[in-house]
């Protein structure tokens, strides 16, 4: 296990959150490199798997680049998910392309701060909530904050882009 160093580390996401003055706490947690899933995080941390979303980034036929932020105990619908974002077809991106595309690495990729802006979309269950956590940008490290907040400033669509999870 791993854990996120007891300093507190500045991720670019948090920096970003505190420029635009949007309030945010942060959770570290353990991580196992064998281990990376989000349902791991959100045992850790001790917040409800439908209240941490995990982000993937994803690639449409018409669109390119698309990230999506889904519960951690949900799937990523990829018909749902193409139909929101206006593609025909959708599929994940390889974990190779992640940090080039991103800035970011598997396990710790959040929806804030990526090299580019990425037209982003959030599953709608994220607005039950008064906060959800996503990743802060590194393994290990989780920023809490209130969803419209995060739909705002990363300008998302909120959208129903999950299934149930399959074993």
């Known amino acids: 296990m791993k854990k996120a160093s007891g300093d507190t580390v500045k991720t670019n ?11 945010y706490r942060t959770a ?7 281990n990376l899933s989000g349902l791991h995080a959100a045992e850790q941390v001790g917040i409800p798997a439908e209240q941490v979303f995990k982000t993937l980034v994803t690639r449409g036929d018409k669109t390119g680049i698309l990230v999506f932020c ?13 139909a929101v974002s206006g593609n025909k077809k959708l599929e994940m991106t390889h974990v190779k392309e992640l940090l080039g595309l991103t800035g970011y690495i ?3 990729c959040s929806p804030i701060g990526m090299k580019k ?13 008064d906060e959800i956590a996503v990743s802060a ?13 995060l739909i705002r400033f990363v300008e998302a669509k909120e959208a129903d882009v999950t299934k149930e999870m399959q074993d």
């Open 70 to 82: 889904i519960p951690v105990d949900m799937e990523l619908d990829l018909k749902k998910a193409a």
């Open 106 to 108: 598997r396990g710790g």
């Open 137 to 149: 940008g590194m393994r290990g490290e989780q920023i809490i904050l209130n969803p419209e907040d």
């Open 117 to 129: 802006k990425y037209p982003t979309f959030i599953d709608e269950t994220a607005i039950l909530f």
């Open 13 to 23: 996401a948090m920096r970003q959150l505190e420029v635009a003055g949007i309030s």
């Open 28 to 34: 570290s947690y353990e991580y196992d490199e064998s």
